[in-house]
C-alpha cells in the first residue's frame, strides 16, 4: 500500500533559523515522485520542491531544499533563513502513475 | 492562461441534495483529479482521469461520480449529499504520464451539507 507519514503535527522555528520538516513514505514501486506542497492559511496549495525517485541528487529551490534518503524512505523538507511569511501548513506527497498520495502535514509557526 | 479553475467557490447544500461541481484546465493536461480536504488533514484522492473517456477510483471514491467528456472538463457529481461530505474540494491537473511534474490545484470550492 502507499503511504506517507508526517510525524509532525506541528513545529515552531526562529525567525531566519532553518528547519527540517519530516516525511517517510512506503512503496512498492520502483518510480515515483516526491513533491512539497504549502498551504497558508488562504487555503490554496503551493508546489514547492519535486524529486524523482531515480534522482541522484538532492532537489533545491531557492530556500528549499529536500533531503531524500531512499533506503530509509525518507524525503525531509529543509527550509533554510525562516521567514514569517513561512507560517503555513506543509503537506509531504508522493506521485505514482494516475496517483498521489499526501501526508497529513505539519503546521510550521515562523516566531519574530 | 487561468490555469486550474473551479465553481462554485462555496456552496452549502441540504442532505439529499444533488449538485455538480465544475473544474476546467487550460493547459491541455491529460491528469486531473479530484480530493477533498477535511479539517486537520491532507488531502485525499476521490476520482482521477489519465485522458478523454477514462476515469479511476481514488481512496475515497463513495458517494462521488466523475466523467470526463473532454480533455479540459472534470466536474464531480454528488448525487446524494451528507454531511460526512462537508469538506473543502481540490481538483487538480498534471501534465503527461511517466513524467512527475507537479501537479496544478484549483483554488478549492468549500462544500457544507446541513
Known amino acids: 500500500a502507499q503511504k506517507i507519514t508526517q510525524t509532525q503535527p506541528g513545529m515552531f522555528v526562529q525567525e531566519k533559523e532553518a528547519v527540517t520538516l519530516d516525511c517517510t513514505y512506503d512503496?512498492?514501486?520502483?518510480?515515483?515522485?516526491l513533491f512539497w506542497y504549502k498551504q497558508p492559511s488562504s487555503g490554496e496549495m503551493i508546489f514547492l520542491i519535486y524529486q524523482g525517485s531515480y534522482d541522484e541528487q538532492n532537489a533545491t529551490e531557492g530556500r528549499y531544499s529536500l533531503n531524500f534518503q531512499k533506503a530509509r524512505k525518507s524525503a525531509n523538507l529543509v527550509i533554510s533563513a525562516s521567514q514569517l511569511g513561512d507560517s503555513a501548513m506543509y503537506f509531504c506527497?508522493?506521485?505514482?502513475?494516475?496517483?498521489?498520495?499526501f501526508g497529513a502535514g505539519t503546521r510550521l509557526t515562523v516566531k519574530p | 492562461n487561468a490555469g486550474v479553475t473551479q465553481t462554485p467557490k462555496f456552496q452549502v447544500l441540504k442532505t439529499g441534495q444533488s449538485m455538480t461541481l465544475q473544474c476546467a484546465q487550460d493547459m491541455n493536461h491529460e491528469y486531473m483529479s479530484w480530493y477533498r480536504q477535511d479539517p486537520g488533514m491532507g488531502l485525499r484522492l476521490i476520482h482521477y482521469s489519465v485522458g478523454a473517456g477514462i476515469t479511476d477510483q481514488g481512496e475515497v471514491p463513495n458517494g462521488y461520480n466523475v466523467s470526463r467528456s473532454t480533455t479540459e472538463d472534470f466536474p464531480l457529481r454528488l448525487l446524494s449529499a451528507a454531511p460526512s461530505q462537508t469538506s473543502v474540494y481540490f481538483c487538480a491537473s498534471r501534465g503527461l504520464a511517466g513524467s512527475y511534474n507537479e501537479q496544478f490545484f484549483g483554488p478549492g470550492t468549500r462544500l457544507t451539507v446541513l
Open positions: 512503496t512498492s514501486d520502483q518510480s515515483y515522485g
Open positions: 506527497a508522493m506521485g505514482l502513475s494516475g496517483d498521489m498520495r
